[in-house]
């Protein structure tokens, strides 16, 4: 029984999920959390544009929690609405931007490509986009566009990285628009950190460490070796003058 209720649980955030994005898909929609609490139950509602989820005096949102309470079964639904911060790293809004430029006719490399480098240039690690349907002529196609590290597979893909969807209603069919971000801050538990060297110097019986630069070491390595090599060419002339002399001396 409690795996069923389990089922049920994510069946119903799903379909709410389905329902927000349909309402709320020209405000920005960015997603949603579900938050039981001991007053009844938060919804928090992500969006880029705020103002047109709350609507002109907090209609929509009141016709939105109508529908939370006797449609869905949710007791007492408080919907607090957050606006994304930085829309070019969340991957629904990302989705449906695409979805719109597509449905104007622009070519989808066009749009893949723009929509890359606008999350690239927010700062993501590495940014995915999969638009698949026909998009070349009568038969289907997918094209994938792919830029930055991304992870495909394991476990830092479901916990680190960002899915979107979104569809494009074209003439020649529905298109399927599939956008994965790896926000900036994330740090792969694969990550390896160097650490510079250090030199251990004694001094009156005291330990004192000290970073080696590298560029300094380096610097000093190369002028060791030219003057090794300069070494190498007096030593080369004397030995050359020495053998100069020896054969006047058998010469004469």
Avoid: W
């Avoid at 938050?35 to 929509?60: C, F, H, S, W």
């Avoid at 449905?103 to 690690?125: E, K, L, P």
């Avoid at 628009?177 to 001094?203: F, G, Q």
């Amino acid at each position: 029984m409690i795996e069923k209720d389990f089922v049920q649980e994510g069946l119903r955030r799903t379909r709410i999920d389905e329902y927000l994005e349909k309402e709320l898909e020209r405000a920005g929609y960015g997603g949603m959390e579900v938050q039981i609490t001991p007053l009844g139950t938060m919804v928090i509602v992500y969006a880029e544009r705020p103002g047109m989820v709350i609507g002109r005096g907090g209609k929509n949102v009141r016709a939105i929690t109508q529908t939370l309470k006797t449609e869905f079964g949710l007791d007492n639904p408080q919907i607090e609405v957050k606006e994304v911060e930085v829309p070019e790293l969340n991957p629904k809004i990302m989705a449906y931007k695409i979805s719109n430029m597509l449905q104007r006719g622009m070519h989808f490399r066009r749009v893949a490509y723009s929509t890359i480098r606008r999350i690239m240039g927010a700062g993501a690690q590495g940014v995915e986009v999969t638009i698949s349907g026909k998009i070349r002529g009568s038969r289907s196609a997918v094209a994938k566009f792919v830029e930055g590290y991304i992870k495909k597979c394991g476990e830092p893909s479901i916990r680190f990285v960002e899915e979107g969807f979104a569809t494009a209603e074209l003439k020649p069919g529905v298109l399927g628009i599939y956008v994965r971000i790896m926000p900036p801050e994330t740090v792969l538990p694969d990550s390896v950190e160097i650490l510079p060297p250090k030199m251990i110097i004694e001094e009156d019986g005291d330990v004192i460490e000290e970073e080696i630069d590298v560029e300094t070491e380096e610097v000093i390595e190369e002028e060791e070796i030219i003057e090794e090599i300069e070494d190498l060419d007096e030593l080369e002339e004397v030995v050359e003058e020495e053998s100069t002399e020896e054969v006047e001396k058998d010469d004469s």
